[in-house]
């Protein structure tokens, strides 16, 4: 059963790379030539299985890291009692005050269904407020308040110490950051 799921992702997936022209299968690449993986199902350790095994899936890496990444900032964003992605809207609008909620949308990367009660909670701690644009009533503004403000202080700090517990050179991080940001534009652009 697991082997026929696997085989019908593969297919779809397959056929949607083909049909879009981002893959380009050789001859010897198809879906019966992989048929002979059913047998054998306990045996990982056979090359044909080395793309499944989970150290070297890169979105388990990206994944781990990420929530390893969030978890060293919870104790300092408690301290400004913010979570993650609470701090995440802070940060952009303290780079872009006085922005819809589709611009914010933008530059957070936040779907509207996570983004909407995040900005509730926020202006419910007196972080943000909600106001309507004066040339578009439809159009909610966001701004940040004075506690908003005074909290960019308190906050200005965090960056550097998740950094310092990471331990790894300013050069390395940022080569992570270019990597990850590389893979999520491409990703975005083929979906």
Known sequence: MEFLLARNIF???YSRLVFHGQYKPRKSCTISSVDHLSRGRNNLSTPD?????????????LYSANNAVIRAYRPFLDKVDLTYSQFIVMMALWESNNISLKKLGQLTRLDSGTLTPVVKRLEKKDFLIRTRNKEDERLRVLSLTE????TRDEAAKIPTLV????GLAKSTLQETLENCEAITVQLLENS
Request: aromatic share 12%; hydrophobic share 35%.
């Open 11 to 13: 297919a779809h997936n």
């Open 49 to 61: 299985y080395e793309p499944i095994k989970l150290s070297n899936q890169l979105c388990f890496s």
């Open 147 to 150: 506690k908003g403000w005074v």
């Open 163 to 166: 950094k310092c517990q990471i």
